[in-house]
């Protein structure tokens, strides 16, 4: 087993590919928070508009859509994330398909990120099928696909986009972490940004459980709050 390490380098850009509202910031909100205060330009891109995300009888999918979105956005701002790309696909309905790799390249070549933190797709245990599928369809774009001129030549000629290559990538949700980064002065921050969830958390109090989450994580770096990663570090 690899011996887990501390991240302590903050890159100039990243970008976080997340499945619907609120994985973010449960994700690596943390993380988001430490980074951007540390001048690190963070970029969203969210692949579903959350739009079956209630149990409201009397809730329908196109009232959800602009009520998630804002949401998204108001959690954002607490991070400190300099943007949020709404990909608008309905929530439950990715696709591992051209489509959507596609435009995952295209916000990678426009972004131009350092490193990428996405789902991992690989864990063992079952997951949310958009989880599984983004994470995929993620490490597909950020290799070959965004690094590679011929890949996708329309984005380079349509829209000026030229191929970038990603440094690393954090995937979040592993069963096997190695990467970890100290969040201690910033759980408030990502408590916060998913209390903006409103239509997710209610009126509940996610703190005790965001804390008790992030300080059993921070034992295995032996700080009070870290949150988790596996890190895979690109090629020449």
């Not at 597909?140 to 290559?165: M, V």
Request: negative net charge; hydrophobic residues 40%; proline residues 5%.
């Amino acid at each position: 087993m690899t011996e887990p390490t501390l991240i302590e380098e903050v890159p100039s850009r990243a970008m976080v590919i997340i499945p619907h509202p609120d994985d973010g910031e449960i994700s690596c909100g943390g993380t988001v928070a430490r980074w951007a205060q540390a001048g690190c330009e963070v970029v969203f891109v969210l692949c579903t508009n959350g739009d079956k995300g209630t149990n409201d009888e009397l809730t329908t999918s196109a009232q959800l859509i602009p009520v998630r979105e804002e949401e998204q956005r108001n959690a954002a701002k607490v991070l400190g994330v300099k943007e949020v790309v709404f990909l608008g696909h309905a929530d439950g309905e990715l696709e591992d398909d051209r489509q959507f790799r596609g435009e995952l390249v295209s916000e990678i070549r426009r972004h131009t990120p350092d490193v990428v933190f996405c789902f991992d797709p690989y864990r063992r245990n079952h997951a949310h099928r958009d989880h599984r599928i983004s994470g995929q369809a993620a490490l597909d774009a950020i290799f070959p696909y965004a690094r590679d001129r011929l890949h996708f030549p329309e984005i380079l000629l349509e829209l000026g986009l030229e191929p970038h290559k990603v440094l690393t990538i954090y995937l979040w949700g592993a069963d096997e972490p190695d990467s970890y980064v100290d969040i201690t002065g910033h759980l408030d921050a990502k408590v916060k940004s998913l209390e903006a969830h409103v239509s997710q958390v209610g009126h509940r109090d996610v703190g005790e459980f965001i804390e008790a989450r992030a300080k059993t994580v921070g034992e295995a770096v032996n700080v009070s709050y870290a949150e988790a990663f596996r890190r895979i570090t690109m090629r020449g």
